[in-house]
């Protein structure tokens, strides 16, 4: 079993953009979708985004599809997830997980469909 370690978020201003990142040490992406999902307080965990890292195909949240970014450096064996104009409303932990990729009947955007979890980062965006 791997586990994902995210870092980055902290405190973001309003407005400026959000960055993340999910490594997974002593092991490679290669053959797994990566997901990104967050939790704020008093809510459930939900998708943010999610994508290939065979392919670098990306699928996200509908209502952040405008300003989600996800990005998988194959060198450093990193994702980096990007979210523009940051809002209070995204003030939360962070999650990266990671999924064996073709596996029939799995979607990004179900959490259960995941094998592995980090420990989560939170970010706080500030207006």
């Known amino acids: 079993q791997v586990q994902p370690v995210e870092s980055g978020g902290g405190l973001v201003q309003a407005g400026d953009s959000l960055r993340v990142s999910c490594a997974l040490p002593?092991?490679?992406?290669?053959?797994?979708?990566i997901g990104w999902f967050r939790q704020a307080p008093g809510k459930e965990r939900e998708f943010v985004g999610a994508?290939?890292?065979?392919?670098?195909?990306?699928d996200y949240r509908d209502s952040m599809k405008d300003r989600s970014f996800l990005l998988r450096d194959k060198n450093k064996n990193v994702v980096h997830l990007r979210i523009d104009d940051a809002k209070a409303e995204d003030t939360a932990v962070y999650y990266c997980?990671?999924?064996?990729?073709?596996?029939?009947?799995?979607?990004?955007?179900?959490?259960?469909?995941?094998?592995?979890w980090g420990q989560g980062i939170q970010v706080t965006v500030s207006s």
């Open positions: 002593g092991a490679t992406f290669e053959g797994k979708n």
């Open positions: 994508i290939s890292w065979k392919t670098g195909g990306s």
């Open positions: 997980a990671v999924q064996t990729a073709g596996h029939l009947g799995s979607t990004w955007s179900n959490s259960y469909d995941y094998d592995d």
